[in-house]
């Protein structure tokens, strides 16, 4: 009670009273914590209102401590401006200006000082009476001041310091070499300027009563403004001049900072975001260089145009860097999709669940997919990454449920698979299009099914030719070892560069006649090494190979000029003799002797190729024209010609040649037919191309009147004889270009008791031609046959009609002990058992019911897997109740008629094959009362493939139901 009547004491005092509020927050604090009971009810909880008045007085002392320091800060204010007042009023009234810059001064400071001191009167708790005393002090100042300037600038003199100022830096400027010098004079006539209006504020301001003196002054004032004007002028114009000056080199110095800075930045950007990062720092330094020269047009073009091919040549690396990624991307994602198909293909040789696991912990090609995975992850594509991480797991669960399912289900291996009491054979190939051969046509096939159809594409059918062949490197008329021969013997006559020939060095002609037949054999390896798709086998082709080519070698040596086919050295010859102009042949045969004087020396230099590729244009030429010779014979007539020309001027003449001429000269003079022979070709003399065709008929006439046959090839060379008078018996050249060989180890139809027989014009005749239209018209059918094969991948889509097993699917009991006997009685009955128990009379349907989402598609799709058999799934509702027939071209809609289209290719398929037809509750009845016929003994049904309307017949068939 004694603190409760001390703090109503208190209370009502009044706050005049020093520490009042001190007191009260104390009493209240010591009461409460003195008697911690005050708070309960039955006490009317006096606490309460003793918190408040302790609130209220906490209150009052932040707000009286608040009062004190503005009082405090507002006196201080007062105080500064005050003395300032007063050492201006000290400095007035002691102090006289003599010039019109003091006064200006004197002025300034007045007006100054006074809006500081009415700026006083805003302040709270301020001193109304000492700010008012100084406020008059200073207007009073400040009219004297104003009059004394008055008077001072109406004396003559008064403005001369600033005409002085203004002449000076009038005669400055000119002076100024440089933009930095240029801004400080502009400063200083800034200053000038702010003065000169001040000043004329000032006397505008005061209050002169005579309006002479007003004017005069101002006009004084203007006078000197009129200069400074022209100052301020001719300041700007040498400005702008040395700016130009400086501005343009300063700017180029920049452009060419920002041009290093671009391929600096454009060297560091590795990731599309840092594209983004650099153009942004480069964006903003053309801003701030716009910035600083925005008086220059022509810069603001300049930087536009840089703008422009900086964007252009960040957005190119961004892209660049884009799609170097995507590929990069993509690659990976295809070799991990490799790699799986490898892992998928080696678990299914395991046999154990510890195997497996192992194989996951340890196998290098699973941590490849990993590391593919990490590194899809670094290049920022998450999807792909997860994808392979998903079917990396995928595939290890169905590793092990495969497995499970092999030693539970499967018996006598992997070939039959139990449900229930019935054995089902096991499918084991592949769904995948091929082409066959089949009764002389091509067809599209695919495999483990009935499906064929013919292919009618015209280019591939141009290529039937080469339909049978296998390999580019043999056919039924040329032997593979041939054909590697053949390939070797033409690089070593052309000794191709290492660079162009994946590192392998050929050597030349005569480095081959060196080696030794096991030497030849390893180079040969060596070579078909390289060759994959050739289909050469180490220990057979490779021997066969080197011993022909030992023969070709031996040949080319001891044949000579005569290694060149008869016909291309008859087609030279009469191009040389008959149909090259006289002018140009002399110039010609100057450069073909340069040419062999040079061989002599380098002997292979190919210097000359030139000259060839000249000769074969004019021969190309002339057998296009004349028709005399074969195309397929002009680039080895240029190549006789120039080693023929280059050597002498004469042809050598091969002896089967020389004797069938001598023959026939001999043949006229006897049966005395040589005037009427010279008759006949002499009256073709203005027809050359007649009269080569004259004598070669005479020749033909000949041999089928002696009946040599043989001597055919060497009609067109005993023609050129004939023609020129150009037999020589020194010319002629025998040399035996025929060799057997023996011991070869391949199989060929060219090859009788391992005995092989070498022509070598023939031979070089039959690979020439073969390397130029077989070898490319297989490689052309092979590519076109890929192209074809895929295409009609894409069109059949043939990933949909494989069968997938749900990864989430558990074979429980309830499917062991009762779905899997139940389905494995049915498709006995529809596709038969395996072993003696399989049925004749096929048929049946296996009808599902349940409510949807029961599992129904996901055990039929894991049974077809299981079998290895096509999982037609045909879409119900897709097809739609306005649906009765089979013929895709009557279906209302896109998606039926797609589903319709799938449900005929099933028909055609005919073999290995479920038709599986999904949500049946949204066909029309009609539409499957077609499958009746299907489904009973007839296993007949009418299907329209193609537009083209059919029957089929799938008794015995493997074909099943499921509706």
């Known amino acids: 009670m004694a603190e409760s009547q001390e703090l109503l004491a208190l209370l009502r005092k009044d706050d005049s009273y020093a520490n009042l509020y001190l007191d009260l927050i104390k009493r209240t604090t010591d009461t409460l914590d003195a008697y911690h009971w005050l708070s309960r009810e039955e006490l009317f909880n006096l606490a309460q209102p003793l918190t408040a008045i302790r609130q209220t007085a906490t209150a009052a002392v932040n707000e009286f401590e608040k009062v ?31 010039n019109i810059n003091q006064y200006v001064q004197y002025l300034a400071e007045l007006r100054t000082l006074r809006g500081e001191v009415i700026s006083l009167k805003e302040l709270r708790y301020t001193d109304e009476a000492r700010i008012a005393a100084y406020e008059a002090q200073l207007s009073d100042f400040t009219q004297e001041i104003s009059n004394k300037t008055v008077a001072f600038l109406l004396q003559d003199h008064a403005l001369a310091p600033y005409e002085t100022r203004v002449k000076t830096l009038d005669t400055n400027i000119p002076n100024i070499a440089k933009v930095v010098e240029a801004d400080a004079t502009e400063k ?97 330094q053309l801003e701030e260089l716009e910035g600083r020269f925005p008086d220059f047009e022509e810069f603001l073009d300049q930087l536009a145009q840089k703008r422009e091919e900086i964007y252009e040549a960040f957005e190119t690396k961004k892209i660049s860097l884009t799609e170097t990624r995507n590929k990069r991307a993509t690659g990976l994602e295809q070799s991990a999709d490799r790699i799986l198909k490898a892992i998928q293909s080696r678990l299914a040789k395991l046999t154990s669940v510890t195997e497996i696991n192992g194989y996951f912990a340890s196998d290098l090609m699973v941590e490849k997919v990993r590391n593919i995975t990490d590194e899809l992850l670094s290049l920022g594509d998450t999807v792909k990454a997860d994808t392979i991480q998903s079917r990396l797991k995928t595939v290890r669960e169905d590793a092990v449920r495969q497995l499970k399912d092999r030693q539970d289900l499967f018996v006598n291996g992997a070939d039959v698979l139990k449900l229930g009491d019935h054995h089902f054979t096991v499918n084991t190939q592949p769904l995948a299009l091929s082409i066959v051969h089949r009764d002389g046509e091509m067809y599209y096939h695919l495999a483990g099914t009935g499906f064929f159809e013919k292919i009618t594409n015209a280019a591939f059918l141009a290529y039937k030719p080469v339909w049978e062949q296998t390999l580019v490197s043999e056919n039924n008329s040329v032997y593979r070892s041939e054909y590697l ?121 190919h210097q000359f190729d030139d000259i060839i590729t000249e000769l074969q244009a004019g021969i190309l030429s002339f057998v296009q024209e004349t028709k005399l010779c074969p195309e397929a014979n002009v680039a080895e007539a240029a190549e006789y010609l120039f080693q023929e020309i280059s050597q002498q001027d004469a042809f050598i003449i091969a002896g089967e040649a020389a004797s069938l001429h001598t023959s026939f000269t001999q043949y006229l003079t006897q049966n005395n037919a040589q005037n009427t022979y010279e008759t006949s070709v002499k009256a073709l003399e203005k027809d050359p191309v007649a009269q080569v065709n004259l004598v070669q008929h005479w020749l033909k006439a000949f041999i089928a009147q002696t009946n ?18 150009a037999y020589q018996a020194q010319q002629v050249v025998s040399a035996s270009l025929h060799v057997t060989l023996t011991g070869l180890r391949g199989a060929h139809a060219l090859i009788q008791a391992q005995k092989y027989e070498l022509h070598f014009n ?136 797609e589903e319709l289209e799938k449900l005929n290719l099933s028909f055609e398929m005919g073999d290995n094959v479920m038709i599986y037809i999904d949500d049946i509750q949204h066909c029309n009845p009609e539409f499957l009362q077609k499958f009746i016929s299907l489904c009973d003994a007839q296993r007949k049904i009418e299907g329209v493939y193609k537009g083209k309307s059919k029957t089929y017949d799938f008794r015995g068939k493997k074909v099943c139901v499921v509706m």
Request: with cysteine; hydrophobic share 45%.
């Open 485 to 605: 021969a053949y390939t070797l013997l033409q690089a070593a006559k052309k000794r191709l560069p290492t660079a162009e020939n994946n590192g392998f060095t050929y050597l030349s002609i005569s480095e081959l006649q060196k080696l030794t037949l096991a030497e030849l054999t390893d180079y040969v390896q060596r070579f078909m090494a390289l060759r994959f798709n050739e289909g050469y086998i180490k220990g057979v082709h490779d021997y066969d190979a080197a011993l022909i080519l030992q023969s070709l070698v031996q040949l080319t040596q001891s044949a000579g000029l005569l290694r060149f086919d008869a016909p291309a050295r008859a087609c030279a010859a009469l191009f040389w003799q008959k149909f090259v102009p006289t002018a140009r042949k002399e110039i010609l045969n100057s450069q073909l002797k340069g040419a062999g004087a040079i061989l002599q020396v380098f002997p292979n230099t």
């Open 68 to 98: 004190i320091t503005i009082r405090k800060n507002t006196q201080e204010q007062i105080n500064a401006v005050a003395a300032q007042a007063d050492a201006l009023i000290h400095t007035l009234k002691f102090q006289q200006a003599d």
């Open 708 to 725: 040599e046959p043989g001597k055919a090839e060497f009609i067109p060379e005993a023609t050129v004889l004939l023609l020129t008078n």
């Open 762 to 897: 023939q031979f070089l005749n039959k690979l020439r031609t073969y390397e130029a239209n077989v070898v490319p018209a297989f490689n052309q059918f092979t590519q076109l046959k890929k192209n074809l094969t895929h295409a009609f991948e894409e069109e059949l889509r043939l990933n949909e009609f494989k069968p997938r097993v749900l990864s989430s699917f558990v074979r429980n009991k309830l499917i062991d002990q009762v779905y899997l006997p139940l389905i494995g009685a049915n498709l006995a009955k529809q596709v038969g058992a395996a072993g003696e128990r399989k049925r004749t009379d096929l048929m049946g349907l296996l009808l599902l019911l349940s409510p949807p989402g029961y599992g129904k598609t996901t055990i039929i799709e894991y049974i077809a897997n299981r079998l290895g058999i096509i999982f037609m799934k045909i879409n119900g509702p897709a097809i739609g109740h306005n649906v009765t027939a089979l013929d895709p071209t009557e279906a209302p809609n896109a998606a039926a008629r």
């Open 188 to 284: 200083e006539i800034t200053a000038v300027s702010a003065e000169l209006e001040m000043l004329i504020d000032v006397v505008s301001n005061l209050k002169i009563e005579d309006a002479t003196q007003t004017t005069r002054i101002i006009e004084n004032i203007s006078a000197i403004y009129s200069g400074f004007n022209q100052t301020k002028a001719a300041l700007k114009r040498r400005r702008k001049e040395l700016l130009s000056v400086e501005g343009k080199a300063e700017f180029n110095s920049q452009m060419k900072l920002v041009s290093q800075g671009v391929i600096n930045y454009l060297d560091l950007c590795d990731t599309p975001p840092k594209c983004e990062e650099y153009l942004a720092k480069l964006m903003v």
